[in-house]
T-cell receptor, first 113, second 113 residues
Framework: AQSVAQPEDQVNVAEGNPLTVKCTYSVSGNPYLFWYVQYPNRGLQFLLKYITGDNLVKGSYGFEAEFNKSQTSFHLKKPSALVSDSALYFC???????????FGTGTRLQVTL | DAGVIQSPRHEVTEMGQEVTLRCKPISGHNSLFWYRQTMMRGLELLIY????????DSGMPEDRFSAKMPNASFSTLKIQPSEPRDSAVYFCASSINSNEKLFFGSGTQLSVL
């Protein structure tokens, strides 16, 4: 069975500082990895995905994520956080076409002035 | 495109009543997903369809839940009879295919009293 772990319920960062939101996964086979963001009272929005190729993936709003196969991780990063980045972030994994997407429990990012 | 459209936005009902949630996916998307989000259990996949055919319904909690997709532009999730523990936000999402990014609707906030 595939699974995703987001070890931090909440991450607190000062505006302008770099941020990292952690994600590790477990699948049989090659992973398809995703990050989504959820703002209050809204559905999830796609940020970025890794399927194959370069281990560093760039996505929306200046976010990027690094795929590390040996550590089975896919951490989300941003060089300089904004207060408007405050939201709930979900990591997700699947194993390809017709495979269901399994989400992590989410990490709340709080960016303060 | 208006995105994934869900109705109603909010539903309050009494235990034992039938509840029907509706979803219109993005035109041209072949995969449709129903998720449930609660504080306790996070985001759970209930069922997903590919080309209007249910592919995986292993996440449907019990026989009280049923989902249909009679055509490419409409899906319903029905709960009969509803129970207080069904209270949650129910999201519908669609994608071009099941390993591409998902587009989420705004969700239906269900409260069963």
């Amino acid at each position: 069975a595939q699974s995703v772990a987001q070890p931090e319920d909440q991450v607190n960062v000062a505006e302008g500082n770099p941020l990292t939101v952690k994600c590790t996964y477990s699948v049989s086979g090659n992973p398809y990895l995703f990050w989504y963001v959820q703002y209050p009272n809204r559905g999830l929005q796609f940020l970025l995905k890794y399927i194959t190729g370069d281990n560093l993936v760039k996505g929306s709003y200046g976010f990027e994520a690094e795929f590390n196969k040996s550590q089975t991780s896919f951490h989300l990063k941003k060089p300089s956080a904004l207060v408007s980045d405050s939201a709930l972030y979900f990591c997700a994994v699947s194993t390809g076409t017709a495979s269901k997407l399994t989400f992590g429990t989410g990490t709340r990012l709080q960016v303060t002035l | 495109d208006a995105g994934v459209i869900q109705s109603p936005r909010h539903e309050v009902t009494e235990m034992g009543q039938e509840v029907t949630l509706r979803c219109k996916p993005i035109s041209g998307h072949n995969s449709l997903f129903w998720y449930r989000q609660t504080m306790m259990r996070g985001l759970e996949l209930l069922i997903y369809f590919n080309n209007n055919v249910p592919i995986d319904d292993s996440g449907m909690p019990e026989d009280r839940f049923s989902a249909k997709m009679p055509n490419a532009s409409f899906s319903t999730l029905k709960i009969q009879p509803s129970e207080p523990r069904d209270s949650a936000v129910y999201f519908c999402a669609s994608s071009i295919n099941s390993n591409e990014k998902l587009f989420f609707g705004s969700g239906t906030q269900l409260s069963v009293l």
